[in-house]
């Protein structure tokens, strides 16, 4: 699971960012102040993924907590947090160890997309993937090695395409994923078809691993936008 730091000031903000994004799968630990932040790395023994920072904080801002952070880490991915929109200040923050930067206000599936960017460069995530043999998800298992999906003790044929999608569900549980992502990711940057092959794969799915469907309850549609895995 990706741990992740937050550290925003604003409490509001705090809990619907830890809300949010503990139910996309991540592990969150929340801070107010830069300070704190601090602190909390500096005892923490199990290490984080990614510092999610607000630039705008009481006491020490965000920027000199990133700076406080790569004096000792130069691993943990840094995604700055802030309403200012400056050139300046989006220069300033990568120039001293931020990996990206996101201006208020933002949607909750942009900002994982995101995260997800910033952690997959991240050597956790590197040896994540070569370690990687097999993924569970609820009653299903993709082995990414031999190429195979088993839904509890049956073995179901997959297309490399539908393979692909069910292994991008299985790395965003509980993520609403809208189409155009699930088309980039899976069909890749250069694909110019229609979106509605994602639609079709879909369905082809739903006919494979759904008791039901025509009432699925593992990948659900989350209407005018795209589809969830629920495992």
């Not at 000792?72 to 802030?82: E, R, Y």
């Not at 991008?168 to 509605?196: H, M, S």
């Not at 092959?197 to 799915?205: F, G």
């Amino acid at each position: 699971m990706k741990r992740l730091l937050i550290v925003e000031d604003e409490q509001s903000i705090r809990e619907l960012l830890a809300l949010n994004l503990e139910r996309a799968g991540f592990e969150v630990v929340t801070s107010k102040t830069g300070e704190e932040a601090i602190d909390i790395l500096l005892k923490d023994e199990i290490g984080f993924d990614v510092a999610i920072l607000d630039v705008m904080l009481p006491g020490i801002s965000g920027f000199e907590v990133c700076k406080e952070i790569r004096m000792s880490n130069d691993t943990i991915g840094i995604l700055m947090l802030t309403a200012k929109s400056q050139e300046s200040d989006k220069i300033h923050g990568l120039a001293i160890g931020a990996d990206d930067y996101i201006v208020k206000p933002f949607g909750i599936n942009e900002l994982i997309a995101r995260i997800d960017a910033v952690y997959r460069r991240t050597p956790n995530a590197i040896k994540s993937v070569n370690d990687k043999k097999g993924l569970v998800s609820g009653n299903f298992c993709l082995d990414i090695d031999s190429r195979t999906f088993m839904k509890g003790q049956k073995q179901l044929d997959l297309t490399q395409v539908e393979f692909q999608i069910m292994e991008l569900f299985f790395e965003n549980p509980g993520v609403a994923l809208d189409r155009d992502t699930i088309l980039q990711r899976v069909w890749g940057e250069n694909y110019y078809g229609e979106v509605k092959i994602v639609d079709v794969n879909i369905r082809r799915l739903r006919m494979k691993i759904e008791d039901e469907p025509s009432n699925p309850k593992n990948i659900l549609t989350v209407w005018g936008y795209g589809y969830r895995w629920n495992p």
